[in-house]
């Protein structure tokens, strides 16, 4: 029982890390863009998103599919489970372009070399959508685990 109290709270609290960090990496691409920032600041929320996401990934897969949980077959049968999955991975592809270019701006940066700030106003927007994703995963969450069935 204990177990899938832990997962559950780690899940949650890493909802939280992830709505701060992609919300933090989007103001902080701002302020660099406006000449207040620095990429450092940048990278640094990146990190803890991508942490975020491992974390997401690794408890909700145990609580999915690990027999923590409900079981599979609730999972899997649970339409609210469908939108989240959804959500993720419209994450996963908005993700793809910033996750691309900000490994190009490590390697930049470790090589002492100047970092392409062009798309840096896209990647803060897209941030920001991914903030309001991960809303909406959580209100996906909380309606599964009340229950909520449509139909």
């Keep these: 029982m204990l177990i899938h109290w ?11 890390l992830g709505f701060w960090a992609v919300l933090t990496r ?24 991508g942490i975020s996401a491992v974390i997401l990934l690794v408890t909700g897969g145990m609580r999915a599919f690990g027999g923590y949980e409900k079981g599979t077959d609730y999972y899997l049968h ?10 993720f991975v419209l994450i996963l592809l908005l993700e793809i372009a910033p996750m691309v270019a900000l ?8 090589r002492g070399a100047a ?10 927007r ?12 959580v209100v996906a ?8 069935a449509f139909g």
């Design 6 to 16: 832990f997962l559950a709270a780690i899940h949650l609290l890493a909802f939280a």
């Design 26 to 49: 989007g103001r902080a691409l701002r302020r660099l863009i406006a000449g207040t920032g620095e990429a450092r600041s940048v990278l640094v929320a990146d990190n803890l998103w």
């Design 78 to 87: 649970q339409p609210l489970f469908h939108l989240k999955m959804t959500l």
């Design 103 to 110: 490994i190009k701006w490590r390697i930049a940066l470790g």
């Design 115 to 124: 970092i392409d700030t062009g798309r840096a106003t896209l990647f803060a």
């Design 126 to 137: 897209i941030s920001h959508i991914e903030a309001l994703l991960l809303v909406l995963m």
């Design 141 to 148: 969450a909380t309606g599964m685990a009340r229950g909520v």
